[in-house]
């Protein structure tokens, strides 16, 4: 019998969800794997069995995450690790994307995730243990890359409601962290990935050049291994008392770094003023 701890990974038919997947069953875990296409995780890496549940998941529906929690309750009896990695960057300007193309970015990157918590949370809370990761970017804590405002808006809120879940889950010995990897060498930035804007703007040249940047000489060449990251989840997954902040990467904590030095500059320059606003007794 299998004693491992039960794992439900969102995003596995590719990248970093199906490197992490894949060393997990590995190493011996139980997997709940999910993915727009079944069949995409079956070929990837294989057919179910009794470590293994493939699940055809469409993050957006509601009904469709509660049927995947409950076939992988039905199918393990638990589930002890929640990994919300499935998302998409994409690329464009605040004024050239549609509303179209913002609502969709939100439903996959926040409000999927959230429904994966939403009906995760009361088997955790039934059992009294667990650990939810979420999956942020690096882009979730310093957004200052143009052409990248709403992939990183959507990662700000996955970290923004993280913070309260945590909080909110901490009675039930339920642990939550946030993951702010930096540039991973996986397909992330490869087309069918990484969408670009329908109507580009020719104005915003910033924009494009870190746009090209990002699929022409970031993408293939990142500087962090997928491999190194899933050994990175697995060994958090057995802290006691893991962080809730996690960052991942040399680049990560680079740019955290540099907008917490630039914070705190402006913080100490400008602290008269802002503490100028109180009532005077």
């Known amino acids: 019998m299998n004693t491992k701890k039960v794992w439900f990974v969102t995003g596995a038919s590719k990248g970093l969800g199906l490197t992490l997947t894949k060393k997990l069953l ?85 409000f999927g995730s959230l429904n994966v918590i939403r009906n995760a949370s009361p088997y955790l809370r039934k059992q009294q243990s667990g650990h939810i990761f979420n999956l942020s970017s690096i882009g979730g804590y310093t957004g200052n890359f143009a052409g990248f405002g709403i992939y990183c808006s959507t990662k700000f809120a996955v970290a923004g409601f993280t913070e309260a879940l945590a909080e909110e889950m901490k009675p039930f010995g339920v642990n939550t962290t946030i993951v702010y990897p930096g540039y991973f060498r996986t397909n992330f930035l490869s087309e069918g990935s990484v969408q670009t804007p329908a109507n580009p703007i020719e104005d915003y040249k910033a924009a494009r050049e870190m746009e090209l940047a990002h699929i022409n000489d970031i993408n293939g060449n990142q500087p962090n291994d997928p491999e190194k990251a899933a050994d990175v ?49």
């Open 233 to 281: 989840f697995i060994a958090l997954s057995q802290q006691e008392n893991p962080p809730v902040h996690f960052f991942m990467g040399e680049d990560a904590y680079h740019y955290a770094n540099l907008k917490i030095e630039t914070i705190q500059k402006a913080m100490e320059e400008n602290q008269v003023l802002g503490n100028s606003t109180g009532f005077i007794n």
């Open 26 to 110: 590995a190493q011996g875990f139980s997997v709940a794997a999910t993915s727009r296409s079944k069949m995409s995780l079956i070929e990837e890496i294989g057919e179910e069995n009794e470590t293994f549940l493939p699940i055809e998941m469409d993050l957006t529906e509601n009904q469709k995450v509660k049927d995947g929690i409950d076939a992988t309750i039905s199918h393990f009896g638990r589930i002890d690790v929640l990994v919300n990695n499935a998302g998409y960057s994409q690329i464009g300007t605040l004024e050239e994307l549609s509303e179209k193309e913002v609502e969709t970015n939100f439903n996959v990157n926040v």
